[in-house]
């Protein structure tokens, strides 16, 4: 991407903005699917993301001309409803049956609304550093 400057403009935020977010949203969710396997570790699924994520959004500023605003409650109040509608997911599709798959529907329609509504958040804009090597944040 730092080879050709044009992939950083134009309609390509919209996806570098669907990129970022769709990586962050399925480590968010997924690890709080987990939770034994959080507490066999020893940490907590929330701060470990948060953590994660933070250094993550630090990396991409080395790339991306934006980044998630982080700072914003509402994208971590998405991500945690998120979580809450993949286990009711989880539930319907162990219902199974019509009743099962008719909620499944309307609760990955809900889903879908919830990451549009992150999508839709602010972003940080960012300056690109001029030095194209990668640095660790950490």
Known sequence: MKADPKLLRGHNRLWIRFFLLA??????VR???R???HEALGFEP???????LNITSEITKQIFPFTLNLDDPRFWAGLDRLVRLNERISAAKQR???VGTVKRAGLSVAAAATFARLYMLPVVSNELPQNVRLAPTW
């Not at 990586?23 to 968010?28: I, K, Q, S």
């Not at 929330?46 to 994660?52: G, H, L, P």
């Open 31 to 33: 690890d709080h699917s």
């Open 35 to 37: 939770p034994v396997m």
């Open 23 to 28: 990586v962050f949203a399925t480590m968010y």
């Open 96 to 98: 199974g049956g019509l």
């Open 46 to 52: 929330t701060d470990y993301d948060k953590r994660v």
